[in-house]
């Protein structure tokens, strides 16, 4: 069985993490793609299309790790959607293949649910499909049955044909190619030649209870984190690592080689610390927190249900429900609010637009390389971009831009006796 890899968008919504692609993050040590292929394996996956953009960084990525795969790297050179993503791997296409996001971890088992509903349907195009209270934003099914009529893209309200809405997720033959190539090229050309296909061919969709999650939005990636950690996730520590004396660990927490743990630390799982990690004296670290290789964390800091990528460094402060892109410095007593004052839900603009998040507790969301001074205040829900610099004392409401410096002025009084 064939699986292609969308890995070649910009994701301009999952900003400030979106230097590289989004699947290339990594939570337990591998990349998010690294955990959708192992998914795809486990059900039978034996040949992949990878589609990356010019820069080929998931392929470099992935030179890092033995797939067991016969793999095929294709380039995207401008991202012109999926429709076009797909054409440009036409040479490896066998005639029936599963279609996925690169960071969509449990690919595996949508797959082999579609694989095995193709054979009982009889049908060569298969769609996923998940009921929603919002059809106006998605491309939404007029069915008959399990028979899908048409696809109607973001329908108006009070004019939709259904509240069924289809999932980036496919089982596609080769030969819808051909109809990609009858619908004219813009954004949605991929749903044009779905639609053109199902004019003249029968397709079904399958109506899921599943859980489908996403990563629209960084913050999305706490609950990818947290679905790894729970399926995944088993109490090891390396012989390499060095526990001090009394020191706390509860829970499932892996401590990979060479790490440090030092006196009154407290590591309460589940918990991912990996490779020539520090954790200061009596620090605290608990529930979903995830630390890359070469992070440290100082002395007398709370972590708390946070993901930390490569060689990010703390002082002392509290760093809760945050991300931090890799290579961030934070200074001496940090702290990352993560709960409005009035306890309701935070919302975070994207895109200069007020974006509901579901969460009542969300902190800090920082780009990669960016460095604080002390005693910096970062509001619920601020996203502050890549190679930034924070000086002492700031207190952050709104976003801050990649490679910005931003200070908070503060005006000194001195009285004579």
């Known amino acids: 069985m064939q699986a292609v890899i969308l890995a070649a968008g910009e994701s301009s919504r999952f900003w400030p993490l979106n230097l590289r692609h989004k699947s290339l993050l990594k939570i337990m040590g591998r990349p998010l793609i690294w955990h959708t292929i192992e998914g795809l394996k486990r059900v039978g996956i034996n040949d992949l299309v990878i589609i990356q953009g010019p820069k080929r960084d998931v392929e470099e990525e992935l030179k890092n790790y ?3 795969l016969n793999t095929h790297y294709v380039i995207q050179e401008t991202p012109k959607g999926m429709g076009d993503a797909i054409f440009q791997a036409k040479e490896f296409l ?64 009070g004019k939709e044909p259904s509240d069924i809405r289809v999932v980036g997720t496919y089982l596609l033959p080769k030969n819808f190619l051909d109809y990609y190539k009858r619908v004219s090229e813009h954004q949605y050309a991929f749903e044009d030649a779905l639609d053109l296909y199902m004019k003249e061919n029968d397709v079904r969709i399958v109506i899921t209870q599943m859980e489908i999650p996403s990563l629209k939005y960084p913050w999305d990636l706490f609950r990818t984190n947290k679905l790894l950690m ?98 961030c410095r934070l200074g001496a007593g940090n702290i990352t609010a993560n709960v409005r004052i009035d306890r309701g839900e935070i919302k975070v603009k994207v895109k200069n637009e007020k974006v509901k998040t579901g969460l009542e507790s969300l902190g800090v969301i920082m780009g990669g390389n960016t460095k604080t001074g002390i005693h910096c205040s970062l509001m619920p829900g601020v996203l502050i971009g890549s190679n930034c610099l924070i000086g002492p004392g700031s207190i952050i409401f709104e976003n801050i831009e990649d490679n910005a410096t931003f200070y908070t002025e503060f005006k000194g009084i001195k009285k004579s006796a």
Not at 139 to 147: A, F, M
């Open 94 to 157: 066998k005639e029936q293949f599963f279609v996925s996001n690169a960071e969509r971890i449990d690919g595996g088992r949508y797959a082999e649910f579609l694989f095995g509903k193709q054979k009982s349907f009889g049908v060569n195009l298969v769609l996923f499909g998940i009921q929603t209270d919002k059809p106006w934003l998605f491309g939404i099914v007029d069915l008959d049955g399990d028979k899908v009529k048409n696809i109607i893209e973001k329908p108006k309200k």
């Open 66 to 68: 033995n797939l067991g």
């Open 230 to 327: 729970d399926k995944f996730l088993r109490t090891e520590i390396k012989k390499s690592a060095q526990i001090s004396k009394n020191v706390v660990i509860e829970g499932n927490v892996y401590i990979g080689e060479n790490c440090k743990i030092f006196e009154g630390a407290v590591i309460k799982g589940p918990c991912y610390i990996g490779d020539n990690c520090v954790v200061g004296n009596n620090s605290l670290i608990r529930e979903y927190t995830n630390l890359e290789n070469n992070v440290l964390i100082g002395a007398f800091a709370e972590v708390t249900r946070s993901i930390f990528q490569e060689d990010v460094h703390t002082h002392s402060g509290y760093f809760g429900d945050s991300i931090f892109g890799k290579g």
